[in-house]
């Protein structure tokens, strides 16, 4: 026999009230301040600058990286001067196979390239 884990309404003593929080903003002020938010990250990362500093390498050893991964490296180890996102992501499309978004991809890999001293991101 399973144990019931789910109470229904009417088990319960909660009112619609009870998960009403006193003072709370509207949900026009919420989605307000979320796209704030949101605009006011990717402004700043799009002032990042992406830059080569070296192989894949980190205290002597060499990292071997994911196809994605070196492509976005040889993006930036080709170019003649640091990359803002916007023109990384746009190189991307050409060089990089994949479905998902092509900022996605750099997101994720970012980290990751930055710890092995590949490149550099340098904040704009």
Do not use: C, H, W
Not at 7 to 13: A, G, H, L, N
Not at 39 to 54: H, M, P, Q, T, V
Request: charged letters at 30%.
């Amino acid at each position: 026999m399973s144990k019931k884990l789910v109470k229904t309404v009417e088990e319960t003593s909660a009112t619609p009230e009870t998960f009403e929080t006193k003072g709370s903003q509207s949900p026009e002020d919420k989605v307000t301040q979320m796209n704030a938010a949101r605009e006011a990250r990717e402004s700043r990362l799009a002032n990042d600058k992406f830059g080569f500093i070296g192989e894949s390498m980190k205290d002597g050893k060499t990292f071997k990286l994911a196809p994605q991964a070196q492509a976005i490296v040889d993006i930036i180890k080709n170019a003649e001067e640091p990359l803002t996102r916007k023109e990384l992501v746009e190189a991307m499309g050409s060089k990089v196979t994949t479905r998902q978004p092509m900022g996605r991809i750099l997101t994720y890999y970012q980290k990751q390239l930055v710890q092995v001293g590949a490149i550099e991101i340098v904040a704009g």
